[in-house]
């Protein structure tokens, strides 16, 4: 049985179509996201999962329950880190977790929970004077003091430096070692790529694709083509390159020349340079990336 089970998912909003029509499951143990542009309707899909709306049409089903009709069973297993959560400024990190594990019958242990997120050294310190990342960390330990089955974690690192980013990814792949299965909302195309095993891309509240990162890459780029963008140092008749088996296309912008092929292509064009005595100059070597497969199948960037 999957973990979670949403079909043919309806939500509009006073007219508004929110979700159009969305469908996926997630199975036990994957960390599965949902990545799409705002407004896309990642928040009100999760919100249904979560038993904060309730459907105008479809079915959503977390453990085999129904989140609004069965919602002590869903609220009892599902942690749920809500986005920009705020605490009472003095609050400190052991109160909060203490007054949230208060809300369950069988807490996680808190003092476990602040060493996995890496908060034990700040348990006296108020919410207000917590860092960006610290107060992201807390927000991810309160979603799971529940000790819950399945976490979902919404735009997770908005607003977070880098490294905080990082290290909270980090924390994320400890959760679901743990055995936690997580819904991931993101916008952050960076971390659907290194954090998800599957991913639902959400367009305008449709499922545009549901795979793997890498199956969303060779959904548009089935061969794994790669491109290659150089200046030769010389004239370089067109031929040379074009003859080469593995190269599919070559085009010209100004003096710089881009030549797609196979994942040889590279090889086989340096080694043709060599013989012919030309150098590259700024040799760069691009790869389709999820970006791009996000672009080939909503036709926008997740920016627009
Ligand atoms: N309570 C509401 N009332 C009216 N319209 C809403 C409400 N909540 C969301 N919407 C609209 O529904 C659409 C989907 O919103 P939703 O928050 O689900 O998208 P999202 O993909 O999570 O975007 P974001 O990342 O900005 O939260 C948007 O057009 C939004 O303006």
Redesign the pocket.
Known sequence: MPVIEVRNLHKR??G?V??EDVSFTVERGEIFGIL??????????V?CVEGLRRPDRGTVSVLGFDPVRDAAEVRSRLGAQL?EARLPNRMRVREALDLYASFYPEPADSGELMDVLDLTAQRDTGFAKLSGGQQQRLSIALALIGDPEVAVLD?LTTGLDPQARRDTWAMVERIRDRGVTVLL?T?FMEEAERLCDRLAV?DA?RVVAVDTPSGLVARVEPEGRIRVRFRPSAPLPEALLRDLPEVRSVEWSGEQVRVTGTPEVLHAVTSVLARNQIIAADLRVEQTSLDDAFVALTGRTLED
Do not use: D, M, S, W
Not at 36 to 45: I, Q, R, S, Y
């Open positions: 909003y006073r508004k929110a979700v799409g542009p705002n407004g896309a309707g990642k928040t009100t899909t919100e986005q735009e909302v916008h959400i509240g």
